[in-house]
């Protein structure tokens, strides 16, 4: 039975479903492993697990955010007619309107995740491949395939696309460890960002944090925010509503809203957080401001409790070999 907050990607058994979607030659393009099902009205959560051997169509999606993050291997990409590579570790945020196209370049794949809202791209791809089964000649059909089971979320652009070899850092889309949209050293912690608030429909963001063993972080007992964290290196070990468990390396931890939660990295460790509720890039300015500019305000408890307050960050103390890195009392 698939734990209630843990899951590994590596396991079949913590997977929803799972599905290999053919071109119309017989080649498998992908074999598509679902981890979480979009949530709410803002589809909120998205997560899969893909082993890309094939090549998409040039698109882009009418609704829709997506972020891609490549575990292995190395994928060519075409976005707004430039293509390049994105490698292990690199990742790629795309608005609606954005157009875009992967094709594996690795031996014989890519495993990559997507994390998506606003978008129902596991139901729709589960919808297709019931159609394959149940009504095979209408998957035949170019034009029911060019409309992607009539969702006119698939803006189909012109195949083959013409694209000019560039650099990845002249692809602003791509985001890479070396080059974050920002980047904060604390004692103990390295807070990269990877995507903007402003690219996701003010809805989340998403944050690289390399932690030393040691690093503690503790919530405060009420948290209306659920979480989403997806352990890259290391061991960290979380509890959960009363329950002790430890995330190594490709596990994936869903914290539901309200339960109560802390998380320790037991090793060094490298863990992204992609439930992106807090306003942790506000967060990270305010208080720089705060310390370099307002000395008086940021020894102030109070006052930096309604700065955390007012970006939406539930934390309670951060410590890092028992030094108190960041403490909200509010
Ligand atoms: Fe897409």
Same mark, same amino acid.
């Given at each position: 039975?698939?734990?209630?907050?843990?899951?590994?990607?590596?396991?079949?058994?913590?997977?929803?479903?799972? %599905?290999?979607?053919?071109?119309?030659?017989?080649?498998?393009?992908? +074999?598509?492993?679902?981890?979480?099902?979009? !949530?709410?009205?803002?589809? &909120?959560? *998205?997560?899969?697990?893909?082993?890309?051997?094939?090549?998409?169509?040039?698109?882009?999606?009418?609704?829709?955010?997506?972020?891609?993050?490549?575990?292995?291997? %190395?994928?060519?990409?075409?976005?707004?007619?430039?293509?390049?590579?994105?490698?292990?570790?690199?990742?790629?945020?795309?608005?609606?309107?954005?157009?875009?196209?992967?094709?594996?370049?690795?031996?014989?794949?890519?495993?990559?995740?997507?994390?998506?809202?606003?978008?129902?791209?596991?139901? #729709?791809?589960?919808?297709?491949?019931?159609?394959?089964?149940?009504?095979?000649?209408?998957?035949?059909?170019?034009?029911?395939?060019?409309?992607?089971?009539?969702?006119? =979320? #698939?803006?189909?652009?012109?195949?083959?696309?013409?694209?000019?070899?560039?650099?990845?850092?002249?692809?602003?889309?791509?985001? $890479?460890? @070396? =080059?974050?949209?920002?980047?904060?050293?604390?004692?103990?912690?390295?807070?990269?960002?990877? $995507?903007?608030?402003? !690219? #996701? @429909?003010?809805?989340?963001?998403?944050?690289?944090?390399?932690?030393?063993?040691?690093?503690?972080?503790?919530? %405060?007992?009420? #948290?209306?925010?659920?979480?989403?964290?997806?352990?890259?290196?290391?061991?960290?070990?979380?509890?959960?509503?009363?329950?002790?468990?430890?995330?190594?390396?490709?596990?994936?931890?869903?914290?539901?809203?309200?339960?109560?939660?802390?998380?320790?990295?037991?090793?060094?460790?490298?863990?992204?957080?992609?439930?992106?509720? $807090?306003?942790? &890039?506000?967060?990270?300015?305010?208080? $720089?401001?705060?310390?370099?500019?307002?000395? @008086?305000?940021?020894?102030?408890?109070?006052?930096?409790?309604?700065?955390?307050? %007012?970006? +939406?960050?539930?934390?309670?103390?951060? *410590?890092?070999?028992? !030094?108190?890195?960041?403490? =909200?009392?509010?």
């Amino acid at each position: 039975m698939r734990h209630p907050y843990l899951i590994r990607l590596n396991e079949k058994e913590d997977w929803l479903d799972w %599905r290999r979607d053919e071109s119309l030659d017989g080649g498998v393009v992908e +074999e598509a492993h679902d981890i979480l099902l979009p !949530e709410g009205k803002n589809q &909120m959560y *998205e997560f899969n697990d893909s082993y890309w051997y094939g090549k998409a169509n040039y698109h882009e999606h009418t609704t829709g955010w997506e972020t891609f993050f490549v575990w292995d291997g %190395r994928i060519e990409v075409t976005v707004r007619g430039k293509r390049t590579y994105m490698d292990s570790g690199d990742v790629l945020c795309l608005p609606p309107w954005d157009p875009h196209q992967m094709n594996n370049a690795n031996d014989p794949m890519t495993v990559w995740n997507g994390l998506y809202h606003g978008m129902g791209l596991i139901s #729709n791809q589960s919808n297709w491949n019931m159609i394959q089964r149940t009504n095979p000649e209408m998957v035949g059909d170019p034009e029911i395939r060019a409309n992607y089971l009539g969702n006119k =979320n #698939n803006w189909i652009r012109e195949n083959p696309v013409y694209a000019v070899d560039v650099p990845k850092e002249e692809i602003r889309e791509i985001r $890479t460890y @070396d =080059n974050p949209l920002a980047l904060y050293t604390l004692p103990g912690l390295e807070l990269r960002q990877f $995507t903007g608030r402003w !690219e #996701n @429909d003010g809805l989340s963001e998403v944050w690289l944090a390399d932690m030393k063993q040691g690093v503690k972080v503790n919530y %405060r007992k009420y #948290n209306p925010q659920a979480d989403l964290f997806y352990v890259i290196a290391g061991e960290v070990r979380f509890c959960v509503a009363g329950e002790e468990f430890v995330a190594g390396e490709r596990c994936v931890v869903k914290i539901p809203h309200y339960a109560p939660r802390s998380f320790e990295a037991i090793s060094d460790a490298r863990m992204y957080d992609m439930g992106g509720a $807090t306003h942790w &890039m506000d967060l990270l300015e305010d208080m $720089t401001s705060l310390k370099m500019l307002s000395p @008086d305000k940021y020894a102030d408890k109070a006052y930096v409790a309604g700065v955390a307050k %007012r970006q +939406e960050c539930y934390l309670a103390k951060v *410590e890092y070999n028992g !030094e108190v890195i960041f403490e =909200n009392e509010g």
